[in-house]
């Protein structure tokens, strides 16, 4: 679409890219991430036996964890084989597998199992469904560790709610709602989970940010430009309105 490689997994509601220019955004969406929390995991784990990574993309975090946990299989699973195939550490795989599917692995697999930023692949039904899936392949005593944003610009002016429009009637046209990540918590306890940790950080989108900030502004709106396809194949904005929003809502970043 418009020049852009998607995915043909039709029962898949994720509408961003996996080509070259996506892996390579991924990548730099993981280094921010790592910077933001300074290390790649919140969990508390601690050398765990069986690792699972769902929604790999690219499998950066993945080889980063694998070689800093030697001792820990590594499995990543997404729908998209843009994943490398040589040079990888020992005990990191991958797998192409359909997340809203059943997990392709035995009860009680993983210690540890991870996902984030999967939102714009899930409905609150199949929310449920996967998370009843985490419970079933994590091991007594694991630990599942979500990571997940609904992709809306905060603390805005005008051109942020507009495009925080588009956003959500898109999301509607593709079957998924990333705002379901708010019942998160209700939600991974319903499934069987205990012990349910929450933490809320807001990235900044702009130079006044820092570093940080500076990088998450060019790594959002080249997923926002990215949506265009799927917007306008779905009739959520002509070219000429999304144009007019970004334009805005980059200017619109500078005083928010």
């Given at each position: 679409i418009m020049g852009r490689r998607y995915h043909n997994v039709q029962t898949a509601p994720y509408c961003l890219p996996n080509d070259a220019?996506?892996?390579?955004?991924?990548?730099?969406q993981h280094y921010i991430?790592?910077?933001?929390?300074?290390?790649?995991?919140?969990?508390?784990?601690d050398r765990p036996a069986y690792a699972l990574d769902i929604g790999c993309g690219t499998g950066t975090w993945q080889m980063e964890m694998a070689a800093e946990f030697p001792s820990t299989e590594f499995i990543g699973i997404d729908i998209s084989p843009i994943q490398p195939s040589?040079?990888?550490?020992?005990?990191c795989h991958f797998?192409?597998?359909n997340m809203l599917e059943d997990l392709p692995f035995a009860d009680e697999r993983?210690?540890?199992v991870h996902q984030r930023l999967t939102s714009f692949g899930l409905s609150?039904?199949?929310?449920?469904?996967?998370?009843?899936?985490h419970a079933r392949v994590c091991s007594p005593g694991g630990w599942l560790e979500l990571l997940e944003t609904d992709w809306e610009p905060r603390d805005g002016g005008e051109a942020a709610a507009v495009w925080g429009d588009y956003l959500r009637r898109l999301c509607e046209k593709r079957g998924c709602n990333p705002r379901?990540?708010?019942?998160?918590?209700?939600s991974i306890e319903l499934a069987g989970f205990t012990d349910v940790r929450r933490l809320m950080v807001q990235v900044p989108l702009g130079g006044w940010g820092g570093m940080i900030g500076t990088q998450a502004r060019k790594i959002i709106f080249q997923a926002w430009e990215a949506l265009r396809g799927p917007m306008l194949e779905h009739g959520v904005a002509t070219s000429e309105e999304i144009d007019?929003?970004?334009?805005?809502l980059d200017a619109e970043l500078d005083e928010h």
């Open positions: 220019e996506e892996a390579d955004r991924l990548d730099q991430l790592r910077a933001l929390f300074g290390k790649n995991h919140l969990a508390p784990i040589t040079c990888l550490p020992a005990n797998e192409i597998a993983f210690d540890y609150e039904e199949k929310l449920d469904i996967l998370l009843s899936e379901a990540i708010f019942e998160l918590v209700p007019e929003a970004l334009v805005s």
